[in-house]
């Protein structure tokens, strides 16, 4: 089974836990949504997911496609179909966005198939324009350094795109709705909702209800102080937008104290 389990996941930064014991598990065809006030882990969840080395996992397992994936690399979880979209995604000057793309691309094949020459340059061309035209980005854009100078939306769209084209199992976007005015969210939410199929898992992390207008969720988590202490569908997020986070403070304060 394609799914990602976590379970008991405890993980430190600088030593200190930031989280406590996360229980999630997400399938392919399921669209989770993880809501939270600043702060309270929700990057370091989608950073410990993917291996960032800064994020230190002390208790708990991850299981991706049955392998528990704590002791692969990032690069290795990727291969196996996970992916994250970062909420500041890094500029790297110098490689542009087509190079960096097909470099990708190759990668991945490789990874299944060692005999992989690499993606011709024809397939490739097709296919980014195609992929670029759905999310309304310029061609020109290939030819620019990974978001050397990019607007906020740019960044965004990039990290759609490197989905849109990388198509894993299941995709992390880590507040993907920031930074983007009404016209971009809805692009941007297109490029997920055409992923979205019986091959496809996400898990939406954000802030706000908004943009679960345009990704509608399966089901949704709420984080506090390192756990995830609520879950349920649709319904949860628009409580979240009417009544914020209060409720649940206190309701769970014996955890979130
Ligand atoms: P969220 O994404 O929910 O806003 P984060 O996961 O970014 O929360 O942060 C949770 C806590 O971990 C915060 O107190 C933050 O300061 C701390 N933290 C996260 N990443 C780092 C880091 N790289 N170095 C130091 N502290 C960090
Ligand atoms: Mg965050």
Redesign the pocket.
Known sequence: MSELVIKNLHVN??D?E??KGVNLTVRRGEIHAIM????????????ALMG?P??DVTEGEVFFRDENILDLGPDERSHLGLYLAF?YPVAIPGVTVANFLRTAINAHRKAADPEYKGVPIPEFRTMLKERMDHLMMDHSFAGRYLNEGFSGGEKKRAEILQMAVLKPEIAIL??TDSGLDIDALRIVSEGVNALRGSEFGALV?T?YQRILNYIKPDYVHV?LN?RVVESGGPELALQLEEQGYEWLREKYSSVVA
Do not use: C, F, R, W
Not at 36 to 47: D, E, F, R, V
């Open positions: 930064v600088e200190t930031i989280l939270g006030p600043n702060g309270t882990g929700k990057s370091t969840l989608a950073y960032h800064d994020y909420q880590d507040e992390i802030h984080m390192g």
